[in-house]
């Protein structure tokens, strides 16, 4: 059997981080990075769309190129800057705010899918405009058997419209509470998800932080907590490593039932809870499948019981 | 095998409440009235020892003997009033404002742990003074097989020496995240798990409310999330309804082993689901062991995943 093809549409940048733990200058950043390592764990063919200045080291794309990811659709602009983030958390690392945005080379990024990743079977769209993303839908010669979408607040404040319509073209939509909450003025997230599986679709994950991560689709809903952990160091690319977790699972099992999804849901949390652990791509870059796979274990012991039902 | 016997200490009240979706007047409440119901779910002998006023209506104290709890601990004082709280919640039902609390009767409340319930196998001590705990243990003939205790944030900041004396003669602490925090100046749930363990309790279960409950022992534990509802209509009582499923599922079932009290914190959930839909106690006085078992299967499918572990 060949391995699944997974084609990850997003940001590869620079993020400057301030914990209470301490603080980076500008380390190696972005949701494809993050997404791209997660999947990374898996026998998956994946490759990445994303745009960078010449300024992005040639050691990064090695590193991501060490790992079986093609790069053939990442355009290096000469003469341009790499995106760059710098932001600051809160004590609770619950909160954070942005210090610097600068977009860059972003800014005109228009993705070019490579040939032969059109017929990718799974595309997971990173955080980025609904319309670059809507625009790699588009390039794809068939219907990828799975489409997941990653968006935050920005875009439905900003973009509503686009946003709105290219959600109706994707399978699996992945967001936080709060931006669940804002796009359907629904509280409870259990109404929420049903308003969102109207607007297109047909399975949402709406992730928690360290509440743990929550799988709708039609009456079924699936959750999987996070991994209690002694020390969170920093949060980001959480998101992103779970919604790579969660696509390389997929793409590398083929197999896209309810209940597989729910593996695959264990296994991103799994993925996410090592990303906190250091500073930005730190712990995923280094981490071994025996830490995976004893954590995985770890996972099962805290979730698993044996009731009789009656 | 004769039923396990579970003493229960705790508030009879009033409570009248508001939450964004109504109010009541002064309708039944009290920890003792929901870990009594919540544990009459489960084969049990309970009894209740607590106090009230001749203000407390027969029908309440009724409600209670047919569902075979032993009242000759309850005493009632001529002439005198029922603790009485009112309170409000806030839109996001996960804080509220303590309008009026009426001591009352509960101002002088000297225990008194009937003859035939000091050699009680599973004793839960309900949210109150530390010295009335306490009391309750001392009067106990042999050491319980099991002591819970349930407190909150104002006996850390009231009676700090009291509490801390009379854990360290219990079994299992049950209390929120925040008071976890505040008892250990520890953020991470992890590391204040383990300060609370060295402290006495060789047990702890951290109540997340909507997000869920941790169970602690030792270097193990075990998460049960809150069953995803569409609509969290009273959250009063909730937690004591936890805490009397608990307490209930393992004086019936007499197995004090770490994965039998992960089945008691899945019970404890199940029936913590049904208490907050309906204002006060009246979801659970018409509970239905039907509904009780489908909600059991659907925590099972929210939580259970199977995956190949290499």
Do not use: C
């Not at 390592?37 to 026998?43: C, I, M, N, R, T």
């Not at 945005?101 to 990718?120: C, G, H, I, R, S």
């Not at 058997?145 to 939509?173: A, G, P, R």
């Not at 509470?177 to 929420?192: G, P």
């Amino acid at each position: 059997m060949s391995e699944g093809k997974l084609l990850i549409v997003g940001t590869l940048a620079f993020d400057a981080i301030e914990t209470p733990f301490g603080k980076t200058d500008k380390i190696l950043g972005g949701a494809a990075t993050f997404i791209g390592l997660a999947a990374s764990q898996f026998k998956v063919d994946s490759a990445i769309v994303s745009v960078v200045g010449d300024d992005f080291p040639q050691e990064y794309l090695d590193m991501l190129s060490d790992r079986n990811i093609d790069l053939s659709g990442v355009e290096i602009v000469k003469g341009g800057k790499t995106f760059y983030w710098k932001g600051r958390y809160h004590n609770d690392l619950n909160s954070r705010d942005t210090l610097a945005t600068e977009l860059n080379t972003l800014a005109d990024f228009n993705p070019v899918v490579p040939e032969n990743y059109k017929d990718a079977d799974v595309v997971m769209l990173g955080n980025l405009h609904p319309n670059i993303q809507m625009s790699v839908i588009n390039q794809m010669k068939k219907r990828p058997k799975l489409v997941i979408l990653d968006t935050m607040n920005f875009w439905m404040d900003n973009t509503w419209d686009e946003l709105m319509e290219v959600i109706k073209h994707i399978d699996v939509l992945t967001i936080n509470d709060e931006e669940a909450r804002q796009m359907t003025n629904e509280y409870s997230l259990v109404k929420a998800a049903v308003k969102i599986q109207e607007k297109g679709p047909k399975f949402l994950v709406i992730k928690k932080g360290e509440h743990g991560a929550l799988l709708f689709h039609e009456n079924q809903i699936f959750f999987a907590p996070a991994l209690p952990l002694e020390e969170v160091f920093d949060p980001t690319g959480a998101g992103d490593t779970f919604a790579g977790g969660f696509a390389g699972y997929l793409a590398a099992t083929k197999n896209l039932s309810f209940e597989n999804m729910k593996n695959a849901v264990v296994h991103a949390s799994n993925l996410a809870s090592f990303s906190v652990e250091r500073f930005g791509t730190e712990r995923m870059q280094h981490l071994k499948n025996v830490e995976v796979n004893k954590r995985l274990q770890e996972f099962q012991q805290l979730t698993q019981f044996d009731i009789d039902l009656q």
